[in-house]
């Protein structure tokens, strides 16, 4: 599902270069902010972290 979600955005960005400045100016201030970045690994690596504590318990 994601795959097809990041190909259809690249092919928008590829269609409409002016959507890319759009994208870029939304994107920029987000990623400067430490909890946004912070959430953002926090929920990429929710499964490998769960895993691993769930082996430490068992």
Do not use: E
């Not at 959507?19 to 990429?44: E, H, Y």
């Amino acid at each position: 599902m994601m795959r097809l979600i990041f190909g259809a955005v690249l092919g928008l960005l590829v269609a409409y270069p002016a959507l890319l400045t759009v994208v870029l100016a939304v994107v920029a201030p987000l990623v400067s902010q430490p909890a946004v970045l912070a959430f953002a690994a926090g929920v990429t690596l929710w499964p490998r972290i769960s895993r691993r504590v769930r082996g430490w318990a068992s």
